[in-house]
């Protein structure tokens, strides 16, 4: 199982740790030593970085994090996006992979780290109030930006890595970061031609689940928004 380079050096901490542990209730309380050993396995698996096969195609964005939907909000005003705003909020719990990944092909305009509070990450104020980092997109393909991804820490969660910069050129899928144990990640999009292709509670997978979509608007045809309308009664 291949693990995310951002764990390496708990990963070794916590097995050292856990070994001396695991040692000492062998001796002791050989049972407890079983408990030790699945404490390890879940550390371990905290930090696993699967592979995924990237299923973003024109006009959709994935979703940038593995987890629950717990909110899709329309925003009057997102002071990142400048307008209507489009949010949707994905819960990410002590088991899922905690990896963040790229809604969509970008290039980064603009990161922010915003220190805060420590609110559990399923509580409705906690992407306002809680420790965040906020990366600003600038999509390509046709579609309308800004885009905005908020790595949000929770109860648990005290550390935010994000290897983004501005400048950088991120593809769909590709990872950028890391929020260590429980967080929320949020996407905004701007509301004009955006729409969920999400529901709350339902599960998604960063890379692989298409948590939204943009639609473009309908062509204007200039002859016939010129030609006058001709009332008929009959």
């Known amino acids: 199982m291949k693990l995310a380079r951002e764990g390496i050096r708990e990963v070794a901490a916590g097995t050292m740790v856990l070994g001396l542990l695991f040692v000492a209730a062998w001796i002791w309380l050989w049972p407890a030593a079983f408990l030790v050993g699945a404490v390890w396995i879940w550390f371990v698996a905290f930090f696993r970085d699967p592979a995924r096969r990237i299923a973003c195609r024109a006009g959709e964005f994935c979703a940038p994090a593995d987890g629950t939907i717990t909110e899709i909000t329309h925003l009057d005003h997102d002071p990142d996006v400048g307008g209507p705003a489009l949010r949707i909020g994905v819960f990410l719990s002590l088991f899922n992979v905690h990896a963040n990944r790229s809604p969509c092909t970008a290039r980064v305009t603009g990161v922010r780290h915003e220190p805060g509070r420590f609110l559990d990450a399923r509580h409705p104020d906690s992407g306002r109030v809680n420790e965040a980092n906020t990366v600003t997109l600038e999509p390509e393909g046709g579609l309308t930006g800004p885009v905005v991804v908020r790595q949000v820490a929770g109860r648990v969660a005290r550390r935010i890595v994000c290897h983004a910069r501005p400048g950088t050129r ?3 899928g590709e990872r950028f970061g890391m929020i260590k144990f429980g967080s929320r990640t949020e996407l905004i ?16 997978r960063a890379g692989s689940t298409i948590i939204a979509r943009q639609v473009a608007p309908e062509p204007v045809n200039a ?3 010129a030609e006058p309308m001709v009332s008929m009664e009959t």
Not at 192 to 202: F, H, L, R
């Open 223 to 225: 002859a016939t928004a």
């Open 189 to 204: 999009l701007p509301a004009d031609g955006s729409e969920s292709a999400v529901g709350i509670g339902q599960r998604v």
């Open 170 to 172: 991120l593809a769909a």
